[in-house]
Each structure stands twice: as C-alpha cells, then as structure tokens.
C-alpha cells in the first residue's frame, strides 16, 4: 500500500508540475476557463445581493434589511472564495494583459475582505442602520409636532425657495438635529470595522481611504487634484464675492459680511453645494432670456415619465443604446405615498445583462431634469459595457461613471437645445443673454467644485486616524468655511453634532471625490466632442446633437463606454479626447466670459473671506442658554439634559424643579439610599 501510494503522489506532482510552477498555475487557457466559470457565477450573486438591496431601498423594513445584509454577507463569502482559487495560478507573470487586470481585479476585496463573519455582519448592520436613519429623517413644526417634514421634498423645496431668514435656519438646523445626532456614536464604530475589513485584503491597504484612492490608478492622485482645485479657485472666489454682495441686498448688512464666509442656510440647498435656485436673486439681466425653465414645464403640464423619455430621446439621438422595456417597467421614478424608501436618486445594474433601473423622487423641474440625465448616464454605461465581463463592468474610473449623463446634459441645458424641446421660447443671441445663461451654469458647476473636494478630505482624514470622533464637527466645519467660505447660521455644538452624516454619502459610504473629478472630465469630453460634432464658436453655445458630424461625436463616446474599466483611464479618455490627463482648462475656456464680466462686477469687492467671522446669533431670543462664562449659546434642547456643553457646566446648574418622573427618580435613590446605608447600621 505504501508503495502504491508513494507511485500515486509521485504521477500527482509530476501532472501538477506541468502547468503549476512554484508560484501557481501558468497556463493562461485554464486561466480564461477559470474566468469564464466565475463570469457566470458572479451574475448570479451580484444578482441576488442587488436584487435584495432594491428590495430594502424601496421599502426600509427591518425584514428587508436583514435579507439584504444576509446576501452583502454571501457576496463576500463568494468574493473570498474566487480570489483564494485565483490564487492559485501565477497571474502576475501572464503575458495577455487583460486576463491580469482581471485577476488583479478579482484578488482584491476591500471590506469583503473581512474574516471575522460577526464583524462582516456588524458593519453591514451599522451600514443599514445608517441608511435608514438618514432616509426616514424628519423635521418637525415646534407648534405642530404632528406636522413633519420629509428631506425631499419639503426641506429641499423649503431651503430652495424660502427667503425668510429665520425659517431657512429652522429647516437647515432642524435637518442637523433630526439626523446628524443620531448618527454620531455609530460612524466610529463603521470606521473602526471598515479599515480592519480592508486591512485584511491581500494588499494590506493602511486605511479605506487608501483603499479607495486605489480605484483611480494615479500614483500622484491628491497632488494633481490639488492642483486642479488651485487652477479653479479665482472662478469659484469670483462667483461667491458676486453672490455674497447680492444677499446682502437681500438679507442686511448686519446678516452678511462684505468680508466673511456666507452663512450656509441661504444658498438654495441643504449643503450649499448647489447655488441654482438663487438664480432669480442673481440673474444677471433680468430683462433677458431667462434660464428657469421650470415655470414652463409646469406650465406645459410636464410629467416625470416625460422627463425620463426626453433624456433617453437625446441618448438613442447621440447614437446610444436606447433603454430597454424592463427599465421602463421596473424603475422607480416618484416617491411612493404608503412607505419609506431611499429617495436618494441612483441607478442601478443586476448584472445580469438586460436589468437596469432607476430609483429616484423625481419632481417636475429643470434640476431634476439635469439629474434624470445624470442617472440615464450611469444606466448607458450599463448597457454599453455589458458585454464585458463581470470585473470590468465599471467606469474606467469611478469619476467617468459620474460625467456620462453630466456631460450630455450639458449640451441638453443650452437655450438652443431647451427650445428645441419646447423649453424656452425664444433664445436672444446676445452677450446679456449669455452672460445669464453662464451664471445658470455657474451656480450648478462652479459652486459644486469646493464641496465635491473637500468631502473626502475630510473623510480620508477620518479613515486614516488625523481626524477623530472628538474633532470629527469641528473639522468638518474648518473645511467648509476654508473651501466653500460659508459658516454654519447658528454655533454648533461640537460634542453632539454630527454634520458631515446629514450628507447621503456619508451614511451610505458612497466616496465623494468622483463628483469632483467628474465635473472636471465632463468639460474636457464636453470640449472634444464639440470639436469632433464640428460646433464651431464658443464652448458654451455647444450642443453636440446639433453638430454636422454628430455620428463621430456619439461613436467616439460609445466607444469609451463600451470599454468600461478594462483598461487603465488615460486609454479610455484618449479615445475621446486625444490625451491622458485630466485638466481644468476646458471648464475655465467655458466659463470664460463670465469670468471677465464677474471681475467687472467684483471690483471693490474682497475676494476670499476672513475664516473667524461669524453670523449675529440671539441666542436669548431663539431660547438658547448662554453660557455663564459668554463662551457659548446652548440650545434649548441641549439644557439641563445631563451633559456639560458649556465648559464652566453652568448649562446643567439652576436647572429647572424636577419633572414627575425625575422625582420619581429622586424617591427611588432616597428609598434605595435608606436601606442601603441606614438599615445596615440599625441593624448593627
Ligand atoms: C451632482 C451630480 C450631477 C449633477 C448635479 C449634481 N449635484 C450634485 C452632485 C453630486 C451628487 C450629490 O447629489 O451630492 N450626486 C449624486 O449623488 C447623484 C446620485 C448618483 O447617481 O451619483 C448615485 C449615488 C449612489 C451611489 C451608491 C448608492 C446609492 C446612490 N450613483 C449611482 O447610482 C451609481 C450607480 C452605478 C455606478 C456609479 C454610480
Ligand atoms: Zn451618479
């Protein structure tokens, strides 16, 4: 028997020792046999932990939450198991370069990586608990608690179009409150279980900010955003003087500092990352074309079906790859009125090549317009990619995936292309009309770009350990005001205040920087397939399905796509554009002559602001507490409930007589105290 054995071992080391050299398998057939088998299989998974995650997000119960953390749970159970079997063969010295980027791809786990299952099953918890809360937030009236208000609509509708100085503060606080709060004690413990799950990857990553950098194959990556966030500073500086001396038309002197960061309730939006709906207080010439289409789409009796046709008219117009019937019929377009849902818009692939959709609140406007647009372009990706396999189903970079839909819009938002689908009526061509039309496109891109940045500034820093739980407020905040040059209306109480988490992607640990690299490529794409549609003049006039040679324009764009990340970004933008690196030249050549006409308007004006202003804040007469050492202003809420929050305790002391369940409280201890301490010595 021995004998035999001995034979059987030798012949086994001997086949092996064919096709598997000391560091594995060499044979690349065996290898594409091995991808194909796992091609097949990973649709199935992705199929079911996707279709799960939909479940949840349109309707948040507690039943649909743990299915879904059940399949996050397998997918990475099955996402282990393919990366130890890919370790099996030597795909680091492959000679074919797409089968190594698959394999590099599918060796790598990020968080999946974790072995530990109850902590794998902790962060997915936390993950969806955090959801949820930022999801089912709501503020409600001080007088009429029954009456609350929902993120989308009310409190978008309430930042956008109120100007009522007060009540923007109540809406922008409130959603602070309602959320942030809630959130503070759990992100540290997601960021303590999302870097020990990645430190476990086969590439060791330090923190899963590194993890995530990774995706975007730049060596010097922070270095040249850096840089490119320096070339776009003067455009950005220019827009905030100019809309700073406007609400200070509007809202005082007193409230607004010539010289100070704006305060971030009265910019139109929840974060301030957006400034369109100031349009109509910034509007350039207001007897000129105006570039608020919404009153006409409400006037036209636009529907959100209406919407979504419009934008996928323009894609199969560009030569794309129309939607097919199931993403009419399984997207989610308006919020549902009988339960929660994520009303976050997002798009959504199943991998299993024909099922995508949408899930958005859409309501009836120009904004939402752009963002149907933006989701379309996530979803033509899809479709244009599907024919990859499953690890290059991806953007070459996540910021490409962002800019597809973005890109197009741009050319959709031109006064030319909004009449020729009935938009606007008449388009002057003239330098006013212009410079209205650019400030539109202004207040959407250019304010974007300091928030788009410091997002994961500040979240890289929470990742990799400069920015803890304790300075987790404040730093955020000296990011705003350093970036955006805005303040916060009323003073934040650092030690319960959790504003980063009141941003969707936060809680739903979505990165960041892909907004910001996304605005820049979708001016340089904007620029090249200009040029390739043969628009002649200037950038900003450019509609691409307007241009003679339209055809080579949407075939150089399909031609990116249908790429998807199988090979490194710079190939994929040389296809549209002719070269390799990012750059912010054809966002300023676009904005150009409302860069000229802003330094007209600045001159007198301080650019850039003084980072210790801050708003006058009564905090007597919004019920605050002043601190007994006038250092701060505890609000109402915050007051005699237990914590310190002024540093001398002064908001704990003279609190108000005790409420019937605190003498409750204080019965009981005397009872307890009685017998505890006074029986044992009777009894001695
Ligand atoms: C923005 C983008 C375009 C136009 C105007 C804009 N204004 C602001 C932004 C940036 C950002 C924001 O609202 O702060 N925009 C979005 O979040 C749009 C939503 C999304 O399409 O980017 C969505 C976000 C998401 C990611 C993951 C889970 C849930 C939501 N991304 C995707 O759906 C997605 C899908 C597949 C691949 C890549 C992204
Ligand atoms: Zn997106």
Known sequence: MKGRAGVFCLLLVALSAQNVAPQGITDEQQAWDFIWDYNAKAEKVYYHSKSTRWNYEVDLTEENSQKQVEAKIAEAQFV????QNASRFDWQNFNNATLKRIFFSISSLGTAAQRDQAKLKELNDILSEMANIYSTG???EFNDPSNCLELNPDLYDCLANNRDYDRLRFCWEGWRDAVGRKLKDKYPRFVELSNDAVSQDAQNWTDTGAYWRSWYETADFQEQLENLYNQLKPLYNNLHAYVRKKLREQYGQDKISATGPIPAHLLGNMWSQSWIYLYNLVEPYPGKTSLDVTPKMKADGWTVDRMFRTSDDFFKDMGQVEMPQNFWDNSMFVKPADREVVCHASAWDFYNAHDVRVKMCTLVNMNDLVIVHHEMGHIEYFLQYKHQPVPFRRGANPGFHEAVGDLLA????????????????????????????LMSMALDKVSFLPFGYLMDQWRWGVFNGSITPATYNQEWWKLRTRYQGIVPPIPRNHAKDFDPGCKFHIPDNTPYIRYFVSFILQFQFHKALCETSGHTGPLHKCDISAGPNKVAAGEKLARMLRMGSSQPWPDAMEVITGQRNMSAQPLVDYFQPLIDWLEQQNQGETLGWDESWTPPYDCEATDGFTCADGSKCIRPGDRCDGVNDCADDSDEQNCPVASAQSVTVSMATIFISTIVCILPATLN
């Not at 282990?80 to 990366?83: E, R, W």
């Not at 292309?417 to 006013?432: A, P, S």
């Open 80 to 83: 282990k198991d393919v990366a």
């Open 138 to 140: 709501k503020v409600c």
């Open 410 to 437: 741009l050319s959709v938002s031109t006064p030319t292309h909004l009449q020729t689908i009935g938009l606007l009526d008449t388009v002057e061509d003239d330098d006013e009309s212009d410079i209205n039309f």
